[in-house]
């Protein structure tokens, strides 16, 4: 299986931070990389597909991209809305694996 | 407005039969646009992928669950459901349906709110 290792596990922020999430796969996996971001209780929800495309609907703050087999999500002015966990999902190989997420708290 | 929404019993007792339907909204089973995905969640774990249903009936499911599970669609319904034998407590957790657009990247691009199943005595 592709392993995903996401860094930081969990950060502290405040409102209008820059932040940067980190995801590595273990094996080539092209674009196919995609964020999404989940509140407690809540379904995930699609941020980044193809690891820089941004979805429809999501606000032009959050970005991706790719450097070989690292991938960045950076959110460029945190909103109190962002507050959640982040996680990397890879659908390059079955089975597709997610990183263990990363939780965005208040700082 | 696309909608997914997870039905199914909250506990199982271990070694029997987990079943959950998804009841799709919105947006047919049966477009070649996308596919069905099982997705769970054990607690504090993260997301783990338990498999995808194809609208011809083609699966593709996760090798460390394929000799347990079934994936199935009910065209008629507009649902699709999921099948998982002999659970045991490892199984607990939340299970997502949700929708696959596989014109681009394979992204998950719509999901259930989950429904949580406890794997007990």
């Known amino acids: 299986d592709i392993q995903m290792t996401q860094s930081p596990s969990s950060l502290s922020a405040s409102v209008g931070d820059r932040v940067t999430i980190t995801c590595r796969a273990s094996?080539?996996?092209?674009?196919?990389l995609n964020w999404y971001h989940q509140k407690p209780g809540k379904a995930p929800k699609l941020l980044i597909y193809?690891?820089?495309s941004l979805q429809s609907g999501v606000p032009s703050r959050f970005s991706g991209s790719r450097s070989g087999t690292d991938f960045t999500l950076t959110i460029s002015s945190l909103q109190p809305e962002d507050f959640a966990t982040y996680s990397c999902?890879?659908?390059?190989?079955?089975?597709?694996?997610f990183g263990q997420g990363t939780k965005v708290e208040v700082k | 407005q696309v909608q997914l929404q997870e039905s199914g019993p909250g506990l199982v007792k271990p070694s029997e039969t987990l079943s959950l339907t998804c009841t799709v909204s919105?947006?047919?089973?049966?477009?070649?646009?996308?596919?069905w995905t099982w997705i769970r969640q054990s607690p504090g774990k993260g997301l783990e992928w338990i498999g995808n249903?194809?609208?011809?009936?083609?699966?593709n499911y996760n090798p460390s669950l394929k000799s347990r599970l079934t994936m199935s669609l009910v065209t008629s319904k507009n649902q699709f459901s999921l099948r998982l034998t002999s659970v045991t407590a490892t199984d607990t957790g939340v299970y997502y349906c949700?929708?696959?657009?596989?014109?681009?990247?394979?992204?998950?691009?719509?999901w259930g709110q989950g429904t949580l199943v406890t794997v007990s005595s």
């Open positions: 949700a929708r696959t657009y596989v014109r681009g990247d394979h992204e998950i691009d719509f």
């Open positions: 919105g947006v047919s089973v049966s477009s070649g646009d996308y596919c």
């Open positions: 249903l194809y609208p011809r009936g083609i699966t």
């Open positions: 094996q080539n996996i092209g674009n196919y």
């Open positions: 193809a690891a820089s």
């Open positions: 999902q890879q659908s390059h190989t079955t089975p597709w694996t």
